[in-house]
């Protein structure tokens, strides 16, 4: 049963930084579109970055454009979010999740991700 653990979330000042990681374990992250979703209370779920099986494509949602990295290790078979110059607004619950895309360079989605993480709180705050 394909599993991903998610690990690095916390409490951090404005400006700060944080990093997030998904180990994955049943399928190889090289097969599979990695994508890290957030949802703030009273928000919808949405899709912050992802990175395709390739991993020749990447997707950043516009408020965190140079700000976050997405990235991955296929040897660990674990992917990562850095979280820069972070702003009370990203303050939600941080979710990874795997997907298999028609495209091995796609990644943008929801309703394609089968595999989710636990969850990891990010909080942002003076």
């Known amino acids: 049963q394909p599993q991903l653990v998610q690990s690095g979330g916390g409490l951090v000042q404005p400006g700060g930084s944080l990093r997030l990681s998904c180990v994955v374990s049943g399928f190889r992250v090289d097969y599979y579109a990695i994508g890290w979703f957030r949802q703030a209370p009273g928000k919808e779920r949405e899709q912050v970055s992802c990175?395709?099986?390739?991993?020749?494509?990447?997707y950043y949602t516009d408020s965190v454009k140079g700000r976050f990295t997405i990235s991955r290790d296929s040897a660990k078979n674990t992917v990562y979010l850095q979280l820069n110059s972070l702003k009370p607004e990203d303050t939600a619950t941080y979710y990874c999740?795997?997907?298999?895309?028609?495209?091995?360079?796609?990644?943008?989605?929801?309703?394609?991700?089968?595999?989710w993480g636990q969850g990891t709180q990010v909080t942002v705050s003076s």
């Open positions: 990175i395709s099986s390739s991993g020749t494509g990447t």
């Open positions: 999740a795997g997907a298999v895309f028609y495209y091995g360079d796609a990644c943008r989605g929801r309703d394609e991700y089968d595999y």
